[in-house]
């Protein structure tokens, strides 16, 4: 069945009031009221950002969506997990301190912030899936217990996956630390002694201390290390050197499937929204402030299909700029084997109708 993406087009620079606007209209035409019942637990899912990022998700878009979901009788609240490598986001009480200076406190959004993996992460729950890298996988358990989702991500490009958007949301961002793990034990980096100056930076922000000093260069631990890619995102000196070949779409297939976990026991309970604005050549977890755009702003799309939505994204780049927001970031990169592998195991369909909003 080709599924319904619903597009509201922005000016490049669109205010955040703009954006919240975009996101009302949205949530009416995709009749979001008629997934949300009295007192659910309506969870929405998206990325405080880094540091002090300024690209990443505005309050105003999550705050909108909280004000809609309470006028239709649900409970909303914020959820997120813990990151695998060691920024301001590695644990739920430096998570939630980060949120609330990023604009994402109770007081300015009306719900709470929840951190669906526990306090370190590793509270989790193991799914089921028709997957083809994995029969089961391991994600965040309270996001199990909620009764609809609501996930919302900024498209940008990723140095793993070529393009980050819905299903990267999903799939890394409701794992648990474990399925994190295992979706990054594919592609190993190494670093290139001529080019390292032993700043340390790297191995401050590896999540499984594989980085130590081997005769005054940094040295990366094959047995120890996880493929996260954080060293390569905070080298300034270009050592880290990654083959991106190597991987063959392990990662952004194990990706795709942890993301069909979160939200396979949810069938006709889910909305997704893609922001198309701000689009930078790295994700929201990079510290730089303010990321430079890639491309200028499109506008804001959303969907009930994981697949589509992101289908779409890549689609309306293309048409724009002449080569998708994934090639565009990281042109080694083949972002597309995350939706085909998506749409291979039943997540959803690459066939959608645009539907531009007036």
Not at 10 to 36: F, P
Not at 98 to 114: E, L, V
Not at 239 to 248: C, E, L, R, S, T
Request: proline share 3%.
């Amino acid at each position: 069945m080709i599924a319904k993406v619903y597009y509201f087009q922005l000016k490049n620079g669109a205010s955040a009031s703009q954006q919240a606007k975009a996101i009302s209209r949205l949530y009416e035409l995709t009749e979001a009221n008629s997934i949300v019942e009295k007192k659910d637990f309506v969870a929405i899912k998206f990325h405080v950002g880094e540091g002090t990022n300024t690209t990443r998700i505005k309050p105003e878009l999550i705050r909108t969506l909280v004000e809609k979901v309470k006028a239709d009788g649900g409970l909303p609240f914020l959820a997120e997990t813990s990151t695998l490598y060691k920024g301001e986001r590695h644990n739920a009480v430096q998570h939630l301190m980060q949120a609330h200076r990023q604009g994402f406190g109770i007081d300015n959004i009306g719900a709470p912030f929840i951190m669906v993996d526990g306090l370190l992460g590793n509270t989790e729950i193991e799914v089921a899936i028709p997957g083809e890298v994995h029969p089961t996988v391991n994600i965040a358990r309270e996001i199990k217990s909620s009764d609809t989702l609501f996930v919302v991500s900024h498209a940008t490009g990723c140095i793993s996956t070529g393009l980050a958007a819905c299903i990267k949301n999903l799939g890394m961002g409701l794992a648990s630390r474990k399925g994190k793990r295992r979706q990054h034990s594919a592609v190993l980096p190494v670093i290139n002694s001529e080019e390292c100056v032993n700043c340390q930076k790297c191995s401050k922000w590896c999540p499984s201390e594989a980085i130590i000093e081997q005769n005054g260069k940094a040295y990366i631990v094959s047995e120890k290390c996880v493929g996260c890619g954080e060293c390569i995102a905070t080298c300034r000196f270009d050592a880290v050197k990654y083959d991106f070949g190597a991987d063959q779409g392990y990662l952004q297939k194990s990706m795709a499937e942890h993301a069909y976990g979160a939200i396979i026991d949810k069938p006709r309970k889910c909305l997704f929204i893609n922001v198309l604005t701000d689009m930078t050549q790295h994700c929201d977890c990079i510290l730089k402030c303010p990321g430079e755009k890639l491309i200028p702003d499109l506008g804001i799309i959303a969907s009930v299909d994981p697949v589509a939505i992101d289908q779409a994204t890549h689609d309306l780049t293309t048409e724009a700029y002449g080569r998708g927001l994934g090639e565009l970031a990281f042109s080694e990169k083949n972002g597309l084997t995350q939706i085909e592998h998506a749409e291979k195991i039943g997540m959803g369909t690459r066939q959608y109708e645009l539907i531009k909003v007036v």
